[in-house]
C-alpha cells in the first residue's frame, strides 16, 4: 500500500516523501518500504524515541521529530547520537496547533513570534549536541501568520525551512491557501523543501505543488 502510493506520487514530481511512524508495526516495515522506494523516505514520529531509533536504523533519509516532547533529555541524545553516526538528517520545528504550554501565552499576543521561539528552543537543544544536520517549520493554519513566521526565522538561522500551511483544507481552498503562503516566501528565494496538505489524495498535493513551482519558474 504504502510503496504504491510513493509509486504515484514519484510519478506526479514529488522529490521526497514523509511516512508516518505511529506503532512499532510500522517502523519494522520501513526496511522494506526504504528499500523499494526510489526517492529519500523521512519517517514522522511523534512522542516516541524508540521509534526513531528504529527508523534510522531501517535506513531512512531523515527523520521529523520534536525534540521536546521526544522523552527527555537523554532520549533526545540517543536519537541524535543515533543519526550522526548513520549521517541521517532531521525535520524539527513548530505548529500553530501543538505549542508548547509555556509559549500559550505569547501565542495569543504573537502567534508567529511563538512559533518562532518553539522552533529556537528546538534548535539550541540539538547545537547544544553539536548536531546540525537538519532543517525547521514553523506551520501555521493562518496563512499570513505562516508567512510572517517564516520571514521571522529565515533572518534568525542559517538552516534550511520547510515551508507548509499546516490543514490548508479542500483541494480547491487548500490550493489557493498554499499557493499564496508558499509562493510568497519562495519568490522571496525562502524555503527549501516543501509539502502542500490537502484534505485529498496525496498525489493532488504534489501537483498543485509543482504548479506552484512552475508558476515562479523555479
Not at 505511529?22 to 524515541?49: C, M, Q, T
Not at 521529523?64 to 533526545?76: L, S
Not at 496547533?97 to 504573537?110: C, I, M, N, Y
Not at 539550541?124 to 537538519?134: G, N, S
Request: hydrophobic share 50%; aromatic share 4%; net charge negative.
Amino acid at each position: 500500500m504504502t510503496t504504491a502510493q510513493i509509486a504515484a506520487l514519484v510519478s506526479a514530481g514529488c522529490e521526497v516523501v514523509r511516512c508516518a511512524v505511529p506503532k512499532i508495526e510500522d517502523a519494522d516495515a520501513l526496511e522494506k518500504i526504504v528499500r523499494f522506494s526510489p526517492i529519500p523516505v523521512i519517517a514522522d514520529i511523534h512522542f516516541n524515541a524508540s521509534l526513531a531509533l528504529r527508523a534510522i536504523d531501517a535506513g531512512v533519509a531523515a527523520v521529523r521529530i520534536n525534540p521536546g516532547n521526544i522523552g527527555g533529555p537523554d532520549r533526545v541524545e540517543l536519537v541524535v547520537k543515533a543519526a550522526k553516526q548513520a549521517g541521517v538528517a532531521m525535520r524539527i520545528g513548530a505548529n500553530s496547533g501543538s505549542l508548547p504550554a509555556h509559549l500559550k501565552e505569547l501565542a495569543q499576543h504573537d502567534q508567529a513570534e511563538a512559533l518562532v521561539v518553539a522552533a529556537l528552543e528546538e534548535v539550541a537543544i540539538l547545537e547544544r549536541l553539536d548536531y546540525r544536520d537538519f532543517k525547521i517549520s514553523v506551520k501555521a493554519t493562518h496563512v499570513p501568520t505562516m508567512i510572517r513566521a517564516y520571514r521571522m526565522l529565515a533572518d534568525r538561522v542559517p538552516y534550511p525551512l520547510h515551508l507548509g500551511v499546516t490543514e490548508a483544507g479542500t483541494p480547491f481552498a487548500g490550493a489557493i491557501k498554499s499557493a499564496v503562503g508558499l509562493g510568497a516566501l519562495l519568490v522571496d528565494g525562502i524555503g527549501d523543501t516543501m509539502r502542500v496538505s490537502l484534505t485529498a489524495d496525496p498525489v493532488e498535493e504534489v501537483k498543485v505543488g509543482m504548479q506552484i513551482l512552475e508558476s515562479l519558474n523555479l
